[in-house]
């Protein structure tokens, strides 16, 4: 029987979306073993005062099998 843990993170990108979840599951996975996949919840955009987009953030939920 295997057993889960969910956390959550949020990650930055000044490229796109998913160069942001992918920093943020390379990141999580220098800590984390047996990480199984990734829900993302929210996605937002970081403005500079002339209204562009500086950087993409996303919050994703993290689940990893535990011993």
């Known amino acids: 029987m295997s057993v889960a843990?969910?956390?959550e993170i949020?990650?930055?990108?000044?490229?796109s979306v998913e160069d942001a979840v992918q920093q943020?599951?390379?990141r999580a996975a220098r800590t984390l073993d047996g990480i199984k996949?990734?829900?993302i919840s929210e996605t937002?955009?970081?403005?500079g005062p002339d209204g562009k987009i500086m950087a993409w953030?996303?919050?994703?939920?993290?689940s990893f099998?535990?011993?």
Request: overall charge positive.
């Open 5 to 7: 843990k969910v956390i």
């Open 10 to 15: 949020i990650s930055e990108s000044p490229d």
């Open 24 to 26: 943020g599951l390379e």
């Open 37 to 39: 996949g990734a829900w």
């Open 44 to 47: 937002k955009v970081v403005t």
């Open 57 to 62: 953030r996303v919050c994703m939920r993290v």
């Open 65 to 67: 099998v535990i011993g």
